[in-house]
């Protein structure tokens, strides 16, 4: 089973059922996934903050959310994550592509790259960072525990891990 | 017609639906006019009641109805496109459009000047667009209920508010109680 399938596959294992996404080079595969599976109904957005109520909507009308998108959308959402993520006390999987890592070609994505854990550290997002091939086998564990815990949860997947695919 | 006194008309049509009220005094009003279980009130995050409402009508099957503004809608113009693309038939948006920003001082949006967002609303693919005035908004929505269409309405009028106390309950009661009017058959 390739990556992009397996990672699919372990979000509808946790009961997600409504999946939106702002592109990311690094996450087309995956995002090709969700759009084909037949248990995801996949809404792209275009925005991330718009994605984000999407997200909000479809679990308060009882589906399971997810939401993937590139690390430079924290700069986008910091509000949304704070005054309604948060505040509601909502669970919210972020699947990241982290961007400006080494083996990134472009400089500017690097300005945003190091900014993103400490954004997370400073909201208190609980933050998982795939650098290694296998580090996708702890993906069923940390969905589980985002809707243990009903809040925002960062999965940072960088370069070297897409790049071990 | 200011937009609490839409609201004082059209509550006893929204009180049997799911409803998810735009930021600030929207929120307020509608709170003191007529609080139910089944209304979300947004504290904070502007814009993003039109997509809390749509990832809503797209899960489960019960009318949402989004009341939303003119000033909310500018700065996440991006739901139109996705609005229209993921038509849920059970959706109906109504934006209270009286030109201008009402929580933060009334100060004049661009829709009283040149844009309109019926037309953008158009534009942007959406296929049941009604703009009303004020005093057509109960008929335009009880139409929308029984369109089983995702529809847009835009009712166009006067900018004013009305003095309603800030909203105390906690956000997580709010969505709690919300949730379990959601899954109540």
């Given at each position: 089973m390739n990556i992009h399938k397996r990672i699919a596959g372990d979000l509808v294992a946790a009961g997600i059922g409504f999946v939106t996404t702002v592109p990311c080079k690094q996450l087309a595969?995956?995002?090709?996934?969700?759009?084909?599976?037949?248990?995801?109904?996949?809404?792209?957005?275009?925005?991330?903050?718009e994605g984000m109520g999407l997200c909000a909507g479809a679990w308060m009308g009882g589906r399971r959310s997810a939401i993937i998108m590139q690390n430079t959308a924290l700069g986008v959402t910091i509000n949304t994550l704070a005054t309604l993520i948060q505040f509601y006390r909502m669970p919210l999987p972020m699947?990241?592509?982290?961007?400006?890592?080494?083996?990134?070609?472009?400089?500017?994505?690097?300005?945003?790259?190091?900014?993103?854990?400490?954004?997370?550290?400073?909201?208190?997002?609980?933050?998982?960072?795939?650098?290694r091939q296998e580090d996708v086998e702890e993906l069923p564990k940390i969905l589980d525990y985002t809707f243990m815990c009903s809040k925002p949860v960062a999965i940072l997947t960088d370069a070297s891990f897409w790049g071990g695919y | 017609m200011i937009r609490s006194e839409i609201?004082?008309?059209?509550?006893?049509?929204?009180?049997?639906?799911?409803?998810?009220?735009?930021?600030?005094?929207?929120?307020?009003?509608?709170?003191?006019?007529?609080?139910?279980?089944?209304?979300?009130?947004?504290?904070?995050?502007?814009?993003?009641?039109?997509?809390?409402?749509?990832?809503?009508?797209?899960?489960?099957?019960?009318p949402v109805i989004v009341i939303d503004g003119d000033g909310s809608i500018l700065t996440n113009l991006g739901t139109l496109p996705t609005i229209a693309n993921n038509p849920a038939p059970n959706y109906i948006l109504l934006?209270?459009?009286?030109?201008?920003?009402?929580?933060?001082?009334?100060?004049?949006?661009?829709?009283?000047?040149?844009?309109?967002?019926?037309?953008?609303?158009?534009?942007?693919?959406?296929?049941?667009?009604?703009?009303?005035?004020?005093?057509?908004?109960?008929?335009?929505?009880?139409?929308?209920?029984?369109?089983?269409?995702?529809?847009?309405?835009?009712?166009?009028?006067?900018?004013?508010?009305?003095?309603?106390?800030?909203?105390?309950?906690?956000?997580?009661?709010?969505?709690?109680?919300?949730?379990?009017?959601?899954?109540?058959?």
């Open positions: 595969g995956v995002i090709e996934e969700v759009d084909r599976h037949p248990e995801i109904l996949h809404v792209p957005s275009n925005k991330e903050d699947l990241i592509s982290y961007r400006g890592e080494p083996g990134e070609p472009v400089a500017c994505q690097v300005e945003m790259a190091v900014h993103t854990k400490a954004l997370l550290a400073q909201l208190h997002i609980p933050a998982y960072h795939f650098h | 609201l004082q008309e059209i509550a006893p049509i929204l009180r049997d639906h799911l409803v998810i009220c735009n930021i600030g005094i929207p929120s307020q009003e509608l709170h003191a006019i007529d609080d139910r279980p089944t209304n979300f009130y947004m504290l904070g995050t502007m814009g993003l009641a039109s997509s809390i409402g749509l990832g809503l009508a797209l899960v489960q099957p019960k934006v209270v459009d009286n030109g201008s920003y009402g929580s933060t001082g009334d100060q004049p949006t661009y829709t009283g000047r040149k844009t309109s967002l019926a037309g953008m609303a158009r534009a942007a693919g959406c296929e049941r667009v009604v703009e009303c005035r004020a005093e057509e908004t109960g008929d335009v929505l009880q139409e929308a209920l029984e369109a089983d269409e995702a529809t847009v309405i835009i009712c166009k009028c006067e900018s004013g508010n009305a003095k309603m106390p800030v909203i105390t309950m906690d956000p997580v009661a709010i969505r709690d109680r919300f949730m379990r009017a959601v899954a109540t058959d």
